[in-house]
Nanobody, 130 residues
Framework: QLVESGGGLVEVGGSLRLSCKAA????????AGWFRQDPGKGREGASY??????????NYSDSVKGRFTASRDNAENTMYLQMDSLKPEDTAVYYC???????????????????????WGQGTQVTVSS
């Protein structure tokens, strides 16, 4: 189970920090990260924001590169998404998600297809007002 927190309403240029805490699952063994989707559309077709291997290799989407920073605290079994310089187009429902790689080689690859992710948070709304 993944439980998210930290969404909300912020003005353009502001910052928010999302958290995702795992229960019954260990982020240290997983490929995990964040997706986002337009409000009202559910998870299907969600776009990736940032995804990381268990060793900390992170892939950011071009739209957030340089503004968002993903991190993990394995001791707390929690991952974070620090979002700075927010823009109206960042408005979305943000989901944390994870999967366990099937092999050592698999653990080195970040799959950006949301269908690969079998564990999801409930989603948290981020609204950036202009």
């Amino acid at each position: 189970q993944l439980v998210e927190s930290g969404g909300g309403l912020v003005e353009v240029g502001g910052s928010l920090r999302l958290s995702c805490k795992a229960a019954g699952f260990t982020f240290a063994d997983a490929v995990a990260g964040w997706f986002r989707q337009d409000p009202g559309k559910g998870r299907e077709g969600a776009s990736y924001v940032s995804l990381s291997t268990k060793d900390g290799i992170t892939n950011y989407s071009d739209s957030v590169k340089g503004r968002f920073t993903a991190s993990r605290d394995n001791a707390e079994n929690t991952m974070y998404l620090q979002m700075d310089s927010l823009k109206p187009e960042d408005t979305a429902v943000y989901y944390c998600a994870a999967y366990r790689p099937q092999s050592v080689m698999d653990s080195l690859v970040i799959d950006t297809n949301p269908d690969r992710y079998d564990l999801w948070g409930q989603g948290t709304q981020v609204t950036v007002s202009s």
